[in-house]
């Protein structure tokens, strides 16, 4: 348990680093693309209590309004990091011969649903500081969204629920929305 804690503590410090950092890789001055204070992004990008935490962890709460494209930025590369935690600790289980048939197997299906949101992502990573930014953004964001989501809802039905791997899931989950609902505010009206 104690080591869950330091690793849940260096992820998050990790987060926040890499977060900061973001801000100063992203590039000033997209035409089109608007700007507000990371307080309102996240208000405007929040469905809940949570996903509001997870969204000040993320962004911060600063008052000065920046360009939505370091959000979601920063948001994608929070994500990156996490799903490669979680892609390492399902691949635990898979290849841990005390875990059930049902649960090692889906947690290999879990791998291949993290490798298609890190790629969806990742492309988006690269393209976002040259103002490479499209209505794409938001599909490829969802359909992220959707593969984290389907490997939590197959470690449900799988006899996962109470591991430590599917609340790692769920928060990847949480995360994957977030992106999508930060791309929405970055191109709302392109279709």
């Known amino acids: 348990m104690e080591r869950a804690g330091v690793m849940s503590v ?12 973001l801000f100063a890789g992203v590039a000033d001055g997209c035409d089109g693309v608007p700007r507000m204070s990371a307080v309102d992004a996240c208000k405007q990008a929040s ?13 911060g709460a600063s008052p000065e309004p920046e360009e939505v494209t370091g959000f979601v930025a920063a ?12 892609y390492d600790a399902a691949e635990k289980v ?8 049902g649960l090692a197997t889906v947690s290999g299906y879990c791998e291949g649903k993290y490798d298609t949101a890190q790629e969806l992502m990742t492309g988006w990573i690269d393209r976002l500081p040259g103002c490479d930014i499209t209505a794409d953004i938001r599909v490829d964001l969802a359909s992220a969204a959707a593969a984290v989501d389907e490997c939590a809802t197959l470690l449900l039905q799988n006899g996962g629920e109470h591991t430590t791997l599917y609340q790692m899931v769920l928060l990847d989950r949480d995360r994957a929305v ?11 009206n392109k279709v």
């Open 10 to 21: 260096a992820l998050t410090l990790s987060l926040l680093l890499t977060a900061a950092s």
């Open 47 to 59: 469905t809940a209590g949570v996903m509001w935490q997870l969204c000040v962890r993320e962004l």
């Open 75 to 86: 948001a994608m590369r929070a994500n990156r990091e996490a799903y490669g935690v979680s």
């Open 94 to 101: 898979r290849v841990d011969p005390s875990s059930p048939a």
């Open 178 to 188: 977030l992106a999508v609902r930060l791309a929405i505010l970055l191109v709302p």
